[in-house]
T-cell receptor, first 116, second 109 residues
Framework: GAVVSQHPSRVICKSGTSVKIECRSL??????MFWYRQFPKQSLMLMAT?????????EQGVEKDKFLINHASLTLSTLTVTSAHPEDSSFYIC????????????FGNGTRLTVT | GQNIDQPTEMTATEGAIVQINCTYQ??????LFWYQQHAGEAPTFLSY??LDGLEEKGRFSSFLSRSKGYSYLLLKELQMKDSASYLC??????????WGAGTKLIIKP
């Protein structure tokens, strides 16, 4: 079945540094990938929709200059958290869907970011 | 607006059956997904319904009534490993999934 690979699974960084998270679709092409953030015991919150070859679409309240998204190919999207702060500590999850709009989202395993 | 309504938490006994209900309101509708999410992990796909009726897949079944804006996930022969959150996620007219907080299912021996 469809597999989405996300790396790293866990990262601890110091306040002010930047962290890059990679999301790869391993056996299908994903023109669109989604980036979510989830705080403990809360629902998934869509941060942005990543479109291959074009600019990402950010949800209201998400700073595009802080959360940089690059979708350079049909199988890779990256999220960079720039100048991270402790409040950015969260579980970041990417997902992708193959070209059919009715196919399920397949999720990466998530990245647990802790900013100290 | 768009919203999802699921019970926050349910408890069931190992070996029993449990039904998790979901009502939803969306701008347009392109089907409804159920996902399972264990604590600290990403969601995994369970089922997809786009037409009314019941879809059965092993121990899990999912039902949809589009006219009522209602779905349920039925889990049979419950196992301890089924303890997780279950997320009902309808897809709106823009093919965006709408997420609620999910239902935390606790299985007791």
């Amino acid at each position: 079945g469809a597999v989405v690979s996300q790396h790293p699974s866990r990262v601890i960084c110091k306040s002010g540094t930047s962290v890059k998270i990679e999301c790869r679709s391993l056996d299908f092409q994903a023109t669109t990938m989604f980036w979510y953030r989830q705080f403990p015991k809360q629902s998934l919150m869509l941060m942005a929709t990543s479109n291959e070859g074009s600019k990402a679409t950010y949800e209201q309240g998400v700073e595009k200059d802080k959360f940089l998204i690059n979708h350079a190919s049909l199988t890779l999207s990256t999220l960079t958290v720039t100048s991270a702060h402790p409040e950015d500590s969260s579980f970041y999850i990417c997902s992708a869907r193959d070209l059919s709009g009715h196919s399920p989202l397949h999720f990466g395993n998530g990245t647990r970011l802790t900013v100290t | 607006g768009q919203n999802i309504d699921q019970p926050t938490e349910m408890t069931a006994t190992e070996g029993a059956i449990v039904q998790i209900n979901c009502t939803y309101q969306t701008s347009g509708f392109n089907g409804l997904f159920w996902y399972q999410q264990h604590a600290g992990e990403a969601p995994t796909f369970l089922s997809y319904n786009v037409l009314d009726g019941l879809e059965e897949k092993g121990r899990f079944s999912s039902f949809l009534s589009r006219s009522k804006g209602y779905s349920y996930l039925l889990l049979k022969e419950l196992q301890m490993k089924d303890s997780a959150s279950y997320l009902c996620a309808p897809m709106d007219s823009n093919y965006q999934l709408i997420w609620g907080a999910g239902t935390k299912l606790i299985i007791k021996p």
